[in-house]
């Protein structure tokens, strides 16, 4: 893997590049943008082009520092990311001893941190001194999706890396790299629902539980108006939801994009917008049940609820009491 093998990005990339070429590598970088759009991945390629030994503007990936990077275990470089949701000052303190030390084996020590935006305000502003005078040989990656939750002088110390959603086109890419034998349907469905992120197709491509979920929940919501209260209840015991509260947002997503099909069904005649391909025909036949004024409202309240449950209180309460409004047509 290296620069070459990235799909997308192309002005990021280039940038990276010339900064390579140009010897023109800064202390500090903060790579900010969307979740799973392959920041961190372009970071590490980054660390591999730096300290690689042909100095080129990539990585040749056979050199004794290439190699090492890919065995995991080169010494000049580190990925902190947040233990138990915070970066506190003890890993700061710890990134901080270790950069003390010369490079061992390369021109440059490289840190990535991960979710940077985890870090508390004294980890923060401890690696504020850091990046005030960093030793030569020090390069530090910042890497957010959420650049509002950074210490602003520590922005300003950084090299700004504004990432962007990746395309339709370079998600289809990635798809078909990953993996053969997809099927046309379940590539659309997945293109569709990644919205633009690697990450979340990758997830949707390997892990089946968000399939099994989605069935679930998409074949009970057909059904919604028949449903019990206990059945209710049990679904949201059946599903597989937790902590993650990336799963409950998925899971709500799940039940927009259904709602958002209907709409799409009722008030346009735009088939190739419909995100939930594979029940297109289930959809058309219930779609009169629903007046497109109960469709607008259903999906103010799905991002209602969305927000209660990113915030706090009883999630699967929020859920249920969300399913009963729906049911009941009292948005
Ligand atoms: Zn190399």
């Avoid at 070459?4 to 940038?15: K, W």
């Avoid at 970071?43 to 990539?58: E, G, M, R």
Wanted: charged share 30%.
């Amino acid at each position: 893997m290296a620069f070459q093998d990235v799909i997308g990005h192309n002005t990021v990339v280039n940038l990276l590049k010339r900064a390579l070429v140009n010897q023109r590598v800064n202390h500090a970088y903060l790579f900010v943008g969307p979740e799973g759009v392959g920041k961190e991945l372009i970071a590490v390629q980054f660390a591999k082009a730096i300290n690689c030994l042909k100095d080129t503007d990539d990585s040749c990936g056979g050199c004794r520092s290439c190699r090492k990077f890919a065995s995991g275990n080169h010494p000049d470089f580190q990925i902190i990311r947040p233990a138990e949701n915070s970066i506190g000052i003890e890993e700061i303190r710890a990134l901080q001893k270790d950069m003390v030390y010369k490079p061992y084996e390369s021109s440059r020590k490289i840190y990535i941190i991960d979710d940077a935006e985890m870090m508390t305000p004294e980890g923060a502003n401890s690696l504020l001194k850091t990046l005030e005078e960093p030793p030569e040989y020090a390069v530090l990656i910042l890497i957010t999706a959420q650049k509002d939750s950074i210490l602003p002088t520590l922005i300003s110390r950084c090299q700004l890396i504004q990432f962007s959603k990746l395309s339709q086109e370079e998600l289809r890419t990635f798809l078909q790299n990953q993996s053969t034998d997809v099927e046309d349907l379940k590539l659309e469905e997945i293109l569709q629902l990644a919205e633009g992120s690697i990450g979340q197709a990758f997830k949707l491509l390997e892990d089946g539980q968000i399939w099994d979920d989605r069935k679930l929940l998409l074949d009970f919501l057909f059904k919604l108006g028949d449903k019990t209260n206990l059945e209710i209840y049990e679904l949201l015991q059946n599903l597989n939801l937790g902590k993650d509260l990336r799963q409950w947002d998925r899971l709500l997503r799940i039940v927009k994009t259904f709602y958002r099909d209907l709409m799409i069904l009722k008030t346009m005649d735009e088939p190739d917008l419909v995100i939930n391909r594979s029940y297109f025909a289930d959809m058309q036949q219930i779609k009169s049940q629903y007046s497109g004024e109960d469709l607008e409202k259903v999906i103010k309240l799905i991002e209602r609820t969305n927000n209660v449950i990113m915030t706090n209180v009883d999630r699967e309460l929020a859920f249920e009491v969300m399913l009963h409004k729906i049911k009941a047509r009292r948005m």
